[in-house]
């Protein structure tokens, strides 16, 4: 992501988190779609006493959903919003929680399970091709699978300032890291789930 970009995105959530507070509304969700989400990636994967990357983690509230649900794992958030790590943080001090660009800043380990849930939604330029680096980068530092949401072009009402992507986008996407994958498009409305698995 450019610099002018990666600005942009931090500043938009920046201002979101300083109007809507500790709410899913600040990351761009409402209470029951985070929700509806957040039950949906659990039943794609079994992250008990595993290492989980949480890749645009927002202010933890994956974290939360899972310690809520008593899952105990080695949870690594990262996001590029230092407020939002902070809020994180705060929230989660037992958790680990960084704020990084991965197109900068290498990964230094490898996690049993990459999660990058409505990273890409925002529209910026360039989103799909930036989604196909980190995937790329994320990919190689899994080590059973990574499951990516983003909204499907096949959605009725759409908005300007988010992004969608078709199946065949997706799968195309996916093809160039590994022939083992799925793309879901049937577990939540206008939704899509990318399933990449080593």
């Known amino acids: ?7 942009y ?15 899913p509304e600040s990351v761009g969700w409402t209470r029951r779609g985070q929700l509806l989400r957040y039950e949906t990636v659990l039943k794609l994967m ?58 900068n800043e290498p990964l230094d380990r490898v996690f049993d399970y990459t999660i990058a849930i409505g990273v890409f939604n925002l529209a910026v330029q360039d989103v799909k091709e930036l989604m196909q680096r980190c995937l790329k ?37 996916a093809k160039a890291l590994t022939d083992n994958y799925q793309v879901i498009d049937n577990l939540i409305g206008d939704e899509l789930f990318l399933i990449l698995k080593v």
């Open 9 to 23: 995105v931090i500043d938009f959530f920046t201002k979101r988190l300083i109007h809507f507070k500790d709410s």
């Open 137 to 173: 980068i994320l990919f190689q530092h899994t080590r059973e699978r990574l499951i990516l949401t983003c909204l499907n072009q096949k959605t009725k009402l759409k908005d300007i300032c988010v992004t969608y992507f078709s199946k065949e986008e997706l799968e195309r996407i």
């Open 1 to 7: 992501m450019d610099e002018l970009a990666k600005e």
């Open 46 to 103: 079994e992250p008990e006493d595993k290492s989980l990357l949480d890749f645009g983690c927002g202010k933890g509230d994956f974290y939360g959903f899972l310690k809520g649900k008593g899952i105990k794992c080695d949870y690594t958030g990262i996001d590029i919003n230092p407020s939002l790590i902070e809020l994180a943080k705060k929230k989660y001090p037992e958790a680990e929680f960084h704020v990084m660009d991965i197109e």
